[in-house]
């Protein structure tokens, strides 16, 4: 496949657990963004990768997010200890460049329900 | 504080009619103003973007500073159009890109 990949597609979690989202974006994209996206709203910005160094994670609402990319390709958002409010589609996006650059390319995203 | 407004969650118009989706933004330096597009069951697409100057599809949008707009518009819409429309807006070289709430465009038959 030539798009973004996210998995699982959808994810139901009981409060509490920890859980993880993986995303692998099209080969060779430099730039990796995460995005989390509540009912009726559009996405908002979690945190961003150059190759495998997080440049940006001021988007993550609290330490209980955490995202890496350790061999600058594959990308998982991990959330521990998940609470109602963290109920989202979560999605991943890459660019071929650079943060200055070129068009992002989304992934079907994951939806996360905690119950 | 940088933030992009949609003020129609939903848009209904008949096939045929011309269409304008709605667009302020709110940044005092210089913006990049993008359109993205969700068809139903799809991932979020890039429609158009104001630098390039294109038309995508038969829509188009015009960067308005003085009225810090970025409306979408389509003369003749179609039946395909539905979908759900994104704008966004990205800040000088950050590369966060500030999402609208999207509005929801049915094009009736």
């Known amino acids: 496949g030539a798009g973004v990949s996210q998995s699982p597609r959808y994810k139901v979690a009981k409060r509490g657990q920890d859980v993880a989202l993986r995303c692998d974006p099209i080969s060779g994209h430099v730039s990796l963004f995460w995005y989390q996206q509540a009912l009726g709203q559009g996405p908002e910005f979690l945190t961003y990768f150059q190759n495998e160094a997080q440049l940006d994670k001021s988007g993550l609402p609290s330490d209980r997010f955490f995202a890496e990319r350790p061999e600058g390709s594959v990308s998982t958002l991990k959330i521990q200890r998940t609470q109602q409010e963290d109920s989202a589609v979560y999605l991943c996006a890459s660019s071929k460049t650079g943060p200055s650059g070129t068009e992002a390319f989304f992934g079907q995203g994951t939806r996360l329900t905690v119950v | 504080a940088q933030r992009v407004t949609q003020p129609e969650k939903l848009l209904s118009v008949f096939k045929g009619a011309p269409v304008e989706l709605k667009c302020n933004y709110s940044?005092?330096?210089?913006?990049?103003l993008f359109w993205y597009v969700q068809y139903s069951r799809q991932r979020l697409q890039l429609l158009l973007r104001?630098?390039?100057?294109?038309s995508i599809k038969g829509f188009t949008a015009d960067l308005n500073k003085g009225e810090t707009s970025f409306h979408l518009k389509k003369p003749f819409a179609q039946e395909e159009d539905s979908a759900m429309y994104y704008c966004a807006l990205k800040m000088g070289s950050n590369y966060q890109l500030i999402w609208g709430a999207g509005t929801k465009l049915i094009i009736k038959p």
């Open positions: 104001h630098i390039s100057r294109e």
């Open positions: 940044y005092s330096g210089s913006p990049e």
